[in-house]
């Protein structure tokens, strides 16, 4: 049997949408517990949703979702070796002091003609030591390269999945200096799943914390927003074990919201 890939309407063609993602690795203390399986299911269709609508991902090389991005690249992209960077379907940002643990499926997107990989400067001589004990490195190159990747890709929306320390800096930086929404994924764990809350506590103790009001209506819980009340009656009447939430769908429908076309239960 021939499987047809999903080709879309090309509502997002010449935007860009951000993915803030990864599974949660450490401080459980302060971050729901993360589903990894439905994290990546989540990655996988939002990725798929984008692409078949014409539209470009963006995101930091986190090591857990560079390879659910190439396995989806794949689906609808050949292999392009002579091609306009600009033209490539992903765009990642990373910054020269993780330069020595670029993930291999990383590299494997941009070889491939998939992505183009963005290196920016390392900031007062910071270094990614693999040695030490789980926590942030190098909070002021990753600063640098987050604001470098808003300004240079100006992405229309962020999707947040999962994630810990990482997803809320770059969910504050994005409302501060972006102009569109911040979709989150509130039931599979991480960062993402208490945004809001996260936001409003100022968890990550700055300076000057970001105010209520530049956020409250920008930042949409993708679930409570965006899941169908007639899934809900298929699951309850259905026999078959069929998903808590049906994440192509979620994800299909975040990106007609984002293109303009306001899709709401």
């Known amino acids: 049997m021939n499987t047809e890939v999903y080709e879309g309407e090309k509502l997002l063609a010449g935007k860009t949408v951000f993915l803030s993602a990864s ?16 994290i990546e299911e989540g990655v996988r269709c939002l990725s798929r949703a984008v692409f078949a609508e014409g539209g470009r991902l963006v995101f930091g090389a986190h090591p857990s979702i560079s390879p659910l991005i190439v396995d989806v690249a794949t689906e609808y992209f050949p292999p392009r070796w002579e091609n306009n960077e600009e033209d490539r379907p ?28 963005e290196l920016t400067e390392i900031q007062n001589g910071e270094h990614y030591d693999p040695g030490l004990p789980p926590r942030e490195q190098c909070l002021e190159s990753l600063a640098h390269m987050r604001r470098r990747m808003f300004d240079e890709t100006g992405p229309a929306a962020m999707v947040a999945i999962g994630g810990m320390q990482g997803v809320i800096r770059e969910a504050r930086l994005f409302l501060e200096t972006c102009g569109g929404n911040v979709y989150a994924m509130t039931t599979l764990g991480g960062a993402a799943s208490r945004l809001p809350y996260y936001l409003e506590t100022n968890l990550l103790q700055e300076e000057k914390p970001i105010q209520a009001w530049e956020w409250r209506q920008r930042l949409i819980p993708i679930e409570k927003t965006f899941e169908s009340v007639q899934w809900n009656a ?20 975040i990106v007609r919201h984002i293109a303009g076309e306001v899709e709401e239960s």
């Not at 992903?90 to 990989?117: C, M």
């Not at 298929?234 to 299909?252: G, N």
């Open 90 to 117: 992903v765009a990642i940002y990373q910054s020269k002091a993780f330069r020595d643990v670029i993930p291999a499926a990383t590299r494997a997107l941009e070889s491939l003609g998939y992505a183009h990989i």
């Open 23 to 38: 599974k949660p690795s450490r401080d459980e203390e302060l971050f729901p517990p993360a589903v990894e399986s439905e």
């Open 234 to 253: 298929i699951r309850r009447e259905s026999r078959a074990q069929l998903p808590a939430h049906p994440y192509a769908l979620l994800m299909q429908r």
